[in-house]
C-alpha cells in the first residue's frame, strides 16, 4: 500500500492530483459562490503542509520553479491579448495614470513599509518594494469575474494588473542590480547600462516575435490547425531567451507580444483568445495549488507581529494613497477611486518573483533577503482572501456590480420581441432590447424600453452596454442567420445554455439543419417567429402568473388549457425560456410567462399581483400601429436613450 505521507507520490499521479484538485476547486467555488482563488488555497495547504499528501519539491522536484515560471509566462501574455486598445474607452486616462504615477509611487511606499513596518533592511526594502507594485493579473481575473463589476473599473483593474506586472520585476531587478554593485565594487553606471540593454532587448523580442506572428497568420503561412501550438511555442521561445538576457525580462517580452497581438485585429484572435483563456484557468488552478502546498511552514517562524504591521500597511495606507493619489484630477469618479484604492490583491507572480530574489539577496550577503518568501506569501494569503470576500461587497456598495437579478437581452424589436421585454421588465427584471434597424428600435423605445441601436456583437456594445447587468440572451429578429451569428458569438460569454434563439422557417429540414454550436436553445415548441407573431396577430397576448402553494402548475394548466407557456422566472430570480411546453416545470413562488390566445379563462389567482399583469389589450392594439411605424422607419435620435444613439 502506498505510503502518500511519506515516500511520497511520484511526478504522474502528483501532476494529476494538482490538476484534479485545481479545477475542482474552481467548480466548487463556482457552485458554492466563493471566491475560486480562495478555495484554491485552502486546498493546497490541506493536501500539503496540513495533511502532507503533497510536497512540490520532494514529488516533482527541481521542475518546480521552472513549471511555475511558465506558467506565469503563459498567464502574462493571456493577460496581453486582453489589452486591446480599442476596448480601453474611457479608462485610458486612469490607466495611463496608475501605470506612470502609481507605479513609482507605489513602490516608494511599498518599500517604506517594508523598511518601518516589516524591519528589513534598505537593500530588501527597494528590491521587494519594486515586486510589490504588481496587483496580481493570475489574482484580478477571477475576482472580477466573480464580483461581476461595472465595466470601466474593471478595465482599469485589469490593465493595472497586467501593465505593472514586467514593470513591478523589472523595478526588483533594478534595485537588485543597484545593491550588487554596491555590495561588489561594480560601478552602478556599467550595472543600469546592463540592465537598459537587456530590456531593450526583451522589448524587442517580443515585438518583434509578435509582428512575425501577425505577418505569417495574415499571409497563410501558417494553417489554421497549427496557429495556437506555434503561437504556443514561440511564447516560450522568447520568455527563456529576454530571460537568458536578462532576468525576468520575460515577462515584459510575452506581455508586448500579447498585446501586439490583441491590437493586430487578426481574424482568428478570439479563437487564439479563447484557447488561452482556458490554458490560463488551468495554469492559474495549478499554480496556486503548487504554491500552497508547498508553503514551508518552518519559514513562517522567521516572521514576528511585525509582518502584521506591514500587511495593514500596504492594505490600509500604502496601496489607498498610491491610487488616490494617482487619479487625483482624473475623469474616473470618485466612488470608482475608492474601489481601485481599497483593491489590491496580490498573486502568483510575486510569490515567484520573491522566492528568487530572497535567495539571490541572500547570496549577495543581504540576510533579511531570506524574509521575502514567507512574507510574500502571507501578504498574498490575506490579500487573497480579504478582497476575494470583500470586493462584491464593497462594489455592491459603491453601486458598480451588476444588477442583483441578472437581465436579459433581447435581440430583435418586432412586435414579439418588444411584447416580450415589456413582460420582463413589468416582471422587474433587468431587460435591454437590441436591435439594427433604426425604426423598430424606435417602436421599443416609445414603449419605454431600454435599447441600443446597433449590433450587439460590436465594439460599440462593448463599450456602450454593461453586459454584466445580464445574463440571458434571446435572440429573435426575423433574420435566422444573425440569430445564429448572435448565438455563436455571445455563447461562450454567457454560456451556451443561457443562449435561445428563435425557431427558423426551415429548421426541420435535415438538409438546413445547423450545428448546435452553431445555434442558440430553441423554445416555444419548434415555433417560428412568424407562427408566434400570427398568434399576437389573432389576439394573444403576453401574461405573467406566480404560482402558488395554492395555486399550483396543475391549476394553471385547467385554467389556461390553450396558454403557450414561453419562459419561467423562477422564485430567485432566474430566468430560462421554455423548450418544449409539454414538459413545462415550475413551482411554488415561480412565474411564468405565456401567450394567452384570445377568449381564454381571465380567473387568475389572488397571488398574481397587479404589479405584475400585462395590459392585454394594449398591446395587442400596439402590435398594427408598431408594424406601420416600423415601415415608415420616421424615427429620430431621441428615441433612443442617452448614449445609446446612432453615430453621425
Known amino acids: 500500500m502506498m505510503d502518500l505521507g511519506g515516500a511520497g507520490i511520484g511526478p504522474i499521479l502528483a501532476f494529476a492530483l494538482v490538476g484534479a484538485l485545481g479545477v475542482g476547486s474552481q467548480w466548487l467555488a463556482w457552485r458554492l459562490r466563493l471566491p475560486g482563488i480562495v478555495v484554491m488555497l485552502v486546498a493546497g495547504l490541506l493536501i500539503g503542509p496540513a495533511l502532507g499528501l503533497f510536497d512540490p519539491q520532494r514529488d516533482i522536484g527541481d521542475l518546480t520553479e521552472p513549471m511555475i515560471q511558465l506558467a506565469v509566462a503563459v498567464i502574462l501574455f493571456e493577460g496581453g491579448l486582453t489589452l486591446d486598445l480599442r476596448r480601453l474607452g474611457d479608462a485610458k486616462d486612469g490607466v495611463r495614470r496608475l501605470v506612470l504615477i502609481g507605479a513609482p509611487l507605489g513602490w516608494l511606499l511599498s518599500a517604506l513599509a517594508l523598511h518601518y513596518g516589516a524591519g528589513l533592511g534598505w537593500e530588501t526594502s527597494a528590491v521587494f518594494g519594486g515586486i510589490m507594485i504588481v496587483t496580481g493579473p493570475t489574482v484580478i481575473a477571477p475576482l472580477l469575474r466573480q464580483a ?13 494588473a497586467i501593465v505593472n506586472d514586467p514593470i513591478g520585476a523589472l523595478a526588483a531587478v533594478l534595485a537588485f542590480e543597484i545593491v550588487t554593485a554596491l555590495a561588489t565594487g561594480e560601478t552602478l553606471a556599467m550595472a543600469l547600462a546592463a540592465m537598459a540593454a537587456g530590456i531593450v532587448v526583451a522589448a524587442v523580442v517580443g515585438l518583434g516575435a509578435g509582428w512575425g506572428l501577425v505577418r505569417a497568420f495574415r499571409k497563410g503561412w501558417v494553417p489554421e490547425y497549427m496557429k495556437v501550438p506555434v503561437l504556443f511555442v514561440t511564447l516560450l521561445a522568447t520568455f527563456a531567451l529576454s530571460n537568458e538576457v536578462l532576468h525576468e525580462s520575460g515577462l515584459l517580452t510575452v506581455t508586448l507580444m500579447g498585446f501586439l497581438i490583441a491590437n493586430a485585429d487578426l481574424p482568428s484572435h478570439d479563437e487564439i483568445r479563447r484557447f488561452k483563456e482556458q490554458a490560463t484557468l488551468l495554469l492559474v488552478s495549478g499554480v496556486f495549488i503548487l504554491l500552497a502546498a508547498g508553503l514551508d511552514v518552518g519559514a513562517l517562524g522567521m516572521l514576528d507581529w511585525r509582518a502584521a504591521v506591514f500587511v495593514a500597511l500596504v492594505v490600509l495606507l500604502a496601496r489607498p494613497l498610491t491610487v488616490m493619489t494617482a487619479l487625483a484630477g482624473s475623469r474616473v469618479p470618485r466612488r470608482e477611486r475608492w474601489l481601485l484604492a481599497l483593491t489590491g490583491p496580490r ?4 510569490v515567484a518573483v520573491a522566492g528568487l530574489f530572497g535567495q539571490r539577496l541572500v547570496a549577495a550577503g543581504v540576510e533579511d533577503g531570506a ?27 459603491l453601486g458598480l456590480t451588476g444588477a442583483e437579478v441578472p437581465g436579459v437581452i433581447v435581440i430583435g424589436a418586432g412586435p414579439f420581441g ?32 431600454p435599447a441600443f441601436y446597433g449590433d450587439i456583437l460590436s465594439e460599440a456594445a462593448e463599450d456602450r452596454v454593461e453586459l454584466l447587468n445580464f445574463e440571458s440572451i434571446v435572440a429573435v429578429t426575423g433574420n435566422d442567420a444573425y440569430n445564429s451569428l448572435v448565438a455563436a458569438g455571445l455563447g ?3 454560456g451556451r445554455e443561457k443562449v435561445w ?66 419562459a419561467v422566472i423562477d422564485a430567485r430570480g432566474r430566468f430560462s425560456m421554455v423548450a418544449e411546453p409539454e414538459k413545462l416545470e415550475a413551482g411554488p413562488g415561480d412565474r411564468i410567462l405565456s401567450l394567452l390566445p384570445p377568449g381564454a379563462e381571465e380567473d387568475r389567482p389572488e397571488a398574481e399581483t397587479s404589479a405584475l399583469r400585462h395590459d392585454a389589450e394594449r398591446v395587442s392594439a400596439r402590435a398594427e400601429a408598431d408594424r406601420a411605424a416600423d415601415r415608415r422607419a420616421d424615427c429620430v435620435d431621441e428615441a433612443l436613450p442617452d448614449g445609446l444613439k446612432p453615430e453621425g
Open 347 to 350: 498573486g502568483v507572480v510575486l
Open 492 to 494: 461562450p460569454e454567457f
Open 371 to 397: 524574509v521575502l518568501p514567507p512574507l510574500a506569501f502571507v501578504l498574498v494569503v490575506v490579500t487573497v482572501v480579504l478582497h476575494g470576500f470583500a470586493l462584491k461587497p464593497l462594489a455592491r456598495r
Open 148 to 160: 461581476r463589476i461595472a465595466r470601466r473599473p474593471a478595465n482599469l483593474l485589469q490593465w493595472e
Open 418 to 449: 418588444r411584447g416580450l421585454a415589456e413582460t420582463l421588465g413589468k416582471a422587474e427584471m433587468p431587460v435591454l432590447i437590441a436591435d439594427p434597424d433604426l425604426g423598430r428600435l424606435a417602436s421599443a423605445r416609445r414603449a419605454g424600453l
Open 501 to 566: 434563439q428563435v425557431a427558423g422557417a426551415r429548421d426541420g429540414s435535415a438538409r438546413h439543419a445547423r450545428p448546435a454550436q452553431l445555434s442558440g436553445l430553441g423554445f416555444a415548441g419548434g415555433r417560428t417567429l412568424e407562427e408566434l407573431e400570427a398568434l399576437l396577430d389573432e389576439g394573444a397576448r403576453f401574461r405573467l402568473t406566480r404560482l402558488t402553494e395554492a395555486y399550483g402548475l396543475e391549476d394553471w394548466h385547467a385554467k389556461r388549457p390553450n396558454a403557450l407557456p414561453l
